[in-house]
């Protein structure tokens, strides 16, 4: 049984940072994309960050680039996320998202190529 488990949010003003973490458990997850998502009050998930197997390569939504950085330790099976710089908009229910299977393509920011979701972590930024 796979699951994600995030933590690390909380309330920070603007300006302050954090560092999200995923623990992911029930398989050895370094041959797996990892990434992050996000849902603030009254809207849809949006892409934040991917981190892709054991090559490292990551992506980025524009919003966050410069000021979010993903990483993982695969000796951990964890992923994290951290956030600089934060600002109000930053606010929202923080997912840790993975892709356990293997196809030819994949594009990062679509909601349906991971088949792995956390319950979430509440990230709220205050002005």
């Known amino acids: 049984q796979v699951q994600l488990v995030e933590s690390g949010g909380g309330l920070v003003q603007a300006g302050d940072s954090l560092r999200l973490s995923c623990a992911a458990s029930?398989?050895?997850?370094?041959?797996?994309?990892m990434g992050w998502f996000r849902r603030a009050p009254g809207k849809e998930r949006d892409f934040v960050a991917a981190?892709?197997?054991?090559?490292?390569?990551?992506d980025y939504a524009d919003s966050v680039k410069g000021r979010f950085t993903i990483s993982r330790d695969n000796a951990k099976n964890t992923v994290y996320l951290q956030m600089n710089s934060l600002k109000p908009e930053d606010t929202a229910v923080y997912y840790c998202?993975?892709?356990?299977?293997?196809?030819?393509?994949?594009?990062?920011?679509?909601?349906?190529?991971?088949?792995?979701w956390g319950q979430g972590t509440q990230v709220t930024v205050s002005s």
């Open positions: 998202v993975t892709r356990t299977y293997y196809s030819r393509s994949y594009r990062p920011a679509a909601v349906n190529e991971y088949d792995y």
């Open positions: 029930g398989r050895t997850f370094s041959s797996y994309a």
């Open positions: 981190i892709r197997s054991s090559a490292g390569n990551t």
